[in-house]
């Protein structure tokens, strides 16, 4: 008998589905899948910068940047699926993002 606390998956992260991720709802996972990721796995290779350019090219329009952060943190847990709960919220790349912005 195996206990409850044993995962038959080979990797966990392969068992995590996008709407998985804190911050990411229904429509993040819509924008991603309209830019070609649909799982956690292929959403590890991808840059949020470059996810977030892509978005606004295909919409023909700037998205607003608060998509970029929750691209951020969505790519970071979806690399380390141990991240600190404070490193999976939007709001922590939101200030990443502002203070790269104040540095440069």
Same mark, same amino acid.
């Given at each position: ?29 819509? $924008?991603?899948?309209? &830019?070609? +990721?649909? =799982? ?5 290779? *991808? !840059? @949020? ?14 998205? $607003?940047?608060?998509? &970029?952060? +929750?691209? =951020? ?5 979806? *690399? !380390? @699926? ?23």
């Amino acid at each position: 008998m195996l206990s409850k606390n044993i995962s038959l998956a080979p990797n966990a992260a392969s068992a995590r589905e996008l709407r998985d991720l804190i911050s990411v709802g229904p429509a993040t996972v819509r $924008d991603l899948n309209s &830019l070609g +990721v649909h =799982s956690v796995s292929q959403l590890a290779r *991808r !840059n @949020p910068e470059a996810l977030y350019k892509n978005l606004c090219r295909k919409l023909g329009r700037r998205v $607003d940047p608060c998509c &970029l952060d +929750v691209f =951020s943190a969505a790519v970071a847990q979806a *690399r !380390n @699926p141990r991240l600190p709960a404070e490193r999976c919220a939007w709001w922590y790349w939101s200030r990443v993002r502002k203070e790269k912005a104040r540095a440069a």
